[in-house]
């Protein structure tokens, strides 16, 4: 995209300037930068486009002053225009932190698409000192991101890549989820921005839970009870396809009543 950027801006320019259009200033890339670089004035140049080119999202030189020290949200090639969107504009982190909370910023997988201001939850994935056997359970939910940070490459034994996140925690969350990362590591969940509630306690998943398969069952039945009609673009099912099979009988799988995870049945 920064090449294709590029290329039209040039285009434009040079046709502009043969036809005599006017043009406008707009600040592109003096060099090179990448994903995650601070913006300083000798990393930008000012450059003559056609006034095609200065939409609403293009920095002019007299809005530059108010994004120099922010983060790159993409990288940059030498040539392509500066665009608003391209750079981090959320305020300091000691301004979005409430009192008695914290910022706390972790090397995190499944982390590639997070926003500013997502939901999720934090999976502590850390072998169990016991067994010596991997294990996962959900350390903290409904967590707040405030930075999504910078995407750092695929370490050699790593099945995801890592991405430096800041999250909105308490002190004592923080405690567990640095610790966590020492241990093993953390992977996030992405959740709705309106689902707000907080899961009872459903222990952990073993190697013995993916291998037995014991809860498949149970999952599926819960998993279909979830409204997907309302994803954009996703085709809805036919009136008349048949019922899931994790439905009741004469009842459809989204009221199906939500059974008891095994392991966590009450006496």
Do not use: Y
Not at 203 to 215: C, K, N, P, W, Y
């Amino acid at each position: 995209m920064g090449g294709f950027w590029r290329l039209l801006t040039i285009a434009l320019a040079l046709g502009g300037a043969a036809c005599g259009e006017p043009t406008a200033a707009l600040m592109a890339a003096g060099q090179d930068l990448d994903e995650g670089a601070e913006l300083e004035p000798g990393q930008l140049v000012e450059v003559k486009v056609s006034r095609v080119l200065a939409t609403p999202n293009a920095v002019r030189p007299d809005g530059v002053q108010a994004l120099l020290g922010k983060r790159l949200r993409i990288p940059l090639q030498k040539g392509d225009l500066l665009l608003t969107s391209s750079v981090e504009t959320n305020p300091a982190l000691a301004v979005l932190v409430p009192k008695k909370a914290r910022a706390v910023t972790l090397s995190v997988s499944g982390a590639e698409n997070l926003h500013f201001g997502d939901h999720v939850d934090l999976l502590a994935v850390v072998r169990d000192p016991q067994s010596g056997e991997w294990v996962t359970t959900t350390e903290a939910q409904n967590v707040i991101v405030l930075s999504p940070g910078k995407l750092e490459p695929v370490a050699n034994g790593e099945a995801f890549p890592l991405r430096r996140v800041s999250f909105l925690l308490i002190p004592e969350e923080a405690e567990v989820a640095l610790l966590t990362v020492r241990l093993g590591g953390i992977h996030v969940s992405v959740r709705n921005a309106d689902d707000l509630d907080v899961l009872e306690e459903r222990g952990r998943a073993t190697a013995a839970t993916v291998l037995s398969g014991e809860r498949r069952q149970v999952l599926e039945t819960v998993r279909n009870r979830v409204r997907t009609d309302t994803i954009p673009g996703l085709p809805r099912p036919h009136p008349s396809d048949p019922v899931s099979p994790s439905g009741v009988e004469g009842r459809p799988a989204d009221t199906a009543p939500v059974p008891v995870l095994p392991g966590n049945q009450t006496p």
